[in-house]
């Protein structure tokens, strides 16, 4: 897969040059490694959105490099499935792996359902008004978005409802869930930002069943319901995605 990547116009027998010099190939590694640090990076803060096209020529022209150190990069990209490649389109970030995404969301949002309706007793008049900071920065995200800001603040956001669960494995499987999401190179707000407007609703509504001291079964509901909400709108992307490249 990866011998696919290749400039236009580049032949096999190009690829296969002859042994680099030494001092030659250790500058031509720092490159691939200051390219491959680059594209990660954009990755990673959603600068790089999963399907973006990653042009060989238009990167290594930021960098002020060839394209043998970029494509050297995206090769190792591709090979920790960070990147894929598709003929007559090229290399792009890959998608994300909607089953161990679905597995992930669908886990987490039993174990921090259940996080939070345990939390809820022990959420304090200061953990609200720390939560709603959070939600009303989240708010004015919206209006220049940022998905990693977002998500990081979504982070926060809920570890304030939950952290007061006094079951400890349960916490323990529900950071073990953010930390998986990670793994996976969730923002998915990176793509589906309609998504961020709703969660940001959503977080209030939660916060005033806490508030009220709703039933522990209708919390759990809730924070279910609002988890499993983020998933819904990442699968309805990538079934959209997957039509319209078909198409």
Request: charged share 25%; glycine share 6%; aromatic share 8%.
């Amino acid at each position: 897969m990866t011998n696919a990547i290749r400039e236009e116009g580049e032949t096999v027998a190009e690829q296969v040059a002859a042994p680099i010099a030494e001092p030659v190939a250790e500058a031509l590694g720092s490159k691939s490694e200051q390219a491959y640090a680059f594209i990660k990076e954009r990755i990673r803060n959603g600068s790089y959105t999963p399907g973006f096209r990653l042009v060989l020529g238009q990167i290594a022209k930021q960098l002020g490099v060839s394209v043998v150190p970029v494509r050297e990069a995206i090769r190792r990209l591709e090979a920790e499935g960070a990147v894929t490649f598709e003929r007559n389109v090229g290399a792009q970030v890959a998608m994300v792996d909607e089953r161990e995404y679905f597995y992930t969301m669908e886990t987490l949002s039993l174990v921090e359902g259940a996080a939070t309706a345990l939390s809820a007793p022990f959420v304090t008049p200061r953990d609200f008004d720390h939560a709603r900071e959070i939600n009303s920065e989240m708010a004015d995200c919206l209006d220049h978005f940022d998905p990693h800001r977002f998500t990081e603040l979504n982070r926060a956001f809920h570890a304030v409802i939950f952290e007061h669960c006094p079951n400890p494995h349960v916490l323990d499987l529900v950071h073990r869930g953010w930390d998986r999401l990670a793994v996976l190179r969730d923002s998915t707000f990176s793509f589906v930002p309609g998504r961020a407007r709703e969660s940001v609703a959503e977080h209030e509504r939660l916060l005033q069943l806490i508030e009220a001291g709703a039933p522990a079964l209708e919390i759990e509901l809730a924070a279910r319901a609002h988890r499993t909400g983020t998933l819904d709108a990442l699968l309805s992307y990538q079934a959209d995605h997957h039509a319209g490249s078909r198409g």
